[in-house]
């Protein structure tokens, strides 16, 4: 060996971001090969330590390629170098992690198939050509196959598979794309496809088979990443129409699987936001206006202006749509509302009443994870269901916590949250916890994640509703410190923390309801505060809830309280309604609305849509929570400038309320003069709209500060959330919407962790 060069230059690097389980390290012991540097590099607690020697430039470039170059699944946030005397050093070796290290960093989320592994799945001559389960250390599935740490094969669900000797050389090479790839597999060693029941037996290429199904309009059930779903053409009439009356009492829209960005535009309108969201390696569901002349069956998303779209993310989704002639439904594979499945024996006894047929695999599912959900608002991302491609990867906290926190959520999109330090794990998209396997799939998640990212909860927040089922699944923690956290204001403080902020802020939050500081069912809701601490600043007028739980199914319940509040007792049954709701229903219910009797009060903004829907002749039950709002922002005529008018007024404690009897009013008065329920939907948008954005403008004022934060499920609603921020910021006002962070229940559990966080 010779001496070192003079001029030779050796520097230590700290790479902090997400850099483990990336493909981190041979991407830097390749580019050290390239440079010819010598040195080391591993894995911390803290991300990647790594030190390099070599010729100056060559080391310049080096640490400028660090973060330029980096793999696609990683992201660098923080570079720090320090410079140390050269040792001599020319090789460069990949060495063993510290011991006890931050085992969590290691999982990442599920990701689609990479260009390479596509590549190779549709090269005749590549020994995984045609292989449904190709993937490489850039690519593939993550957290929904891990059972444990440290993420290695034997705590994986690829463990059964025993790597054959190509498999191995390629996991062993540093130089290779596969190095250290946990689920790496090929046909001769890996999971296999077989297609179950349909004409024929098992066929030979299963995947083929099960296309070729699908082009006859079968319906399919397909194992996928993180559940099974239900397959079908999405233009074949009867197969969708089919799909629709197997899976009983289901209104919700399915969602579609196009092959390709091409494919997808010609379902939806897409915006190059769009497009970046359905490219994304989360391979999230977007929802995006309806193409004119889409050719899609009626029955796929009845009385939307929407569909639900998403691209292949799994390479058994590349063959599937390449082979099945056209975009897919592909929703998730379940009766009405249980949870998918996701267990094969469970799978195949819940859904052979629905499938013709079943193509499954046998690298078992560890964790059910639902597909995410997202839309584009103001051109900026919105997520609605936080799940499959984005979990689990952490999130910041505005305040570090001083200990190791969990977060229960609510209860119906339910969620939960982890956090140590400034980092935040919020769990995969739940459901509703009221039933049964998805309770025990809350109360097994939070399990899995205390060993995934080494928490053990010291302090345990939860949501103020004493019926929630997480509420008591907190009160049943033992040895913690509990925090309880008001509804809204878990949902202002989501917001603020997903922007890295702690405070002050107004916020107007409106949703379904939420357990009030007073007890009652909140839900319309105008705060100042922080993460500390917030003040009911005003909200929507309080009228009666006919039926509690009832009124959120039947609308029409709503429009009747409204009318009660608006217009006195014994409201005249409205035209709109007068074929579908008996008069002596009506009666009976507009007594609840006046005496109070089985009828609590409530500020929800829902409910108050649910009203105006039912008012709009759009229906009167509902099948979900927000089914009717939904539609009433499908009808909105853009083009309308009207708006009716939702005055403030102040009320006896200083709160002011938003008095929208003038607006039922006004609505009544529109019906009477036969104007068409599109109008009537815009004016509407436009009036909470503005008052929301009046009312946040006085907040503001008063508590000094110059930004509103609008959150709570009903922000769901583009138009709402488009109008109001827009008037908030003509007003002067800088405004924090939902991003990543889901603004509906699915937010919840993070903005306790945040709250729990900041109170020490
Ligand atoms: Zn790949
Ligand atoms: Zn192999
Ligand atoms: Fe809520």
Known sequence: MSAAPVAARRISARVEGVVQGVGFRPFVFRLAEELALGGFVRNDTRGVVLEVEGEPGAVERFLAALAERAPPLARVERVTVRELAPEGARDFAIAHSDAGGAPGA????????????????????????????????????????????????????????????????????????????????????????????????????AVAGAAALL???????????????????????????????????????????????????????????????????????????????????????????????????????????????????????????????????????????IADAFLVHDRPIHTRTDDSVARVAAGRPLVLRRSRGLVPEALALPVACARPLLACGAELKSTFCLAKGARAWLGHHIGDLRNADTLASFTEGIAHFEALFAVAPEVVAHDLHPEYLSTAYA??????????????????????????QAGPAVGAIYDGTGHGSDGTAWGGELLAGDLRGFERAGHLLAVRLPGGDRAVREPWRMACAWLVAACGPEPALPRMLAGAIPPERWEAVARMAETGFAAPLTTSMGRLFDAVAALCGLRTTVSYEGQAAIELEALADATEPGAYALPLEDAPDGAFVLDA????????????????????????????????????????????????????????????????????????????????????DGGIAYGQAAIAAASG
């Open 106 to 205: 290691l999982v990442s989320a599920d990701s689609a198939t990479c260009a390479d592994c596509l590549a190779e799945l549709h090269d005749p001559a590549d020994r995984r050509y045609r292989y449904p389960f190709v993937n490489c250390t850039n690519c593939g599935p993550r957290f929904t196959i891990v059972r444990g740490v440290p993420y290695d094969r034997p705590l994986t669900t690829m463990a059964g598979f025993a790597m054959c000797p190509a498999c191995q050389a390629e996991y062993d090479d540093p130089r290779d794309r596969r190095f250290h790839a946990q689920p790496n597999a090929c046909p001769a060693c890996g999971p296999r496809a077989r297609l179950l029941g349909g004409a024929g037996g098992e066929s030979v290429d």
């Open 215 to 353: 082009r006859d309009g079968a319906i399919v059930a397909v194992k996928g990443l993180g559940g099974y779903h239900l397959a079908c053409r999405a233009d074949h009439e009867e197969a969708v129409a089919a799909l629709r009356s197997r899976k009983h009492r289901e209104d919700r829209p399915f969602a579609l699987m196009a092959r390709d960005l091409a494919g997808g535009r010609e379902l939806v309108e897409l915006t190059p936001a769009h497009e970046e969201l359905l490219t994304s390696p989360a391979r999230p569901i977007v929802l995006a206006a309806r193409r004119a002349g889409a050719r899609v069956a009626g029955a796929v998303a009845p009385g939307l202006g929407e569909l639900g779209v998403m691209l292949p993310y799994s390479p058994l989704h590349h063959l599937l749509l390449a082979g099945a002639g056209g975009p897919l439904v592909l929703t998730s594979g379940n009766v009405s509302d249980e949870p998918i499945a996701f267990r094969d024996e469970d799978a195949l006894e819940r859904l052979a009443p």
């Open 475 to 500: 009160l049943e923690r033992e040895g913690v410190r509990l925090v309880g956290v008001q509804h809204h204001h878990a949902h202002l403080a989501a917001c603020l923390a997903e922007h890295g």
């Open 661 to 744: 009897r003038v607006t039922i009013r006004e609505v009544l008065a529109d019906l009477e003069r036969g104007a068409t329920p599109a109008v009537m939907s815009a004016r509407f948008h436009r009036a909470v709209a503005g008052a929301t954005a009046g009312a946040c403008a006085r907040a503001a004022e008063a508590a000094g500060t110059d930004r509103a934060v609008l959150s709570g499920g009903v922000f769901q609603n583009r138009l709402l959330l488009e109008r109001t921020a827009a008037e908030l910021e003509a007003s002067g006002l800088s405004v924090l919407a939902p991003e990543r962070v889901p603004p509906n």
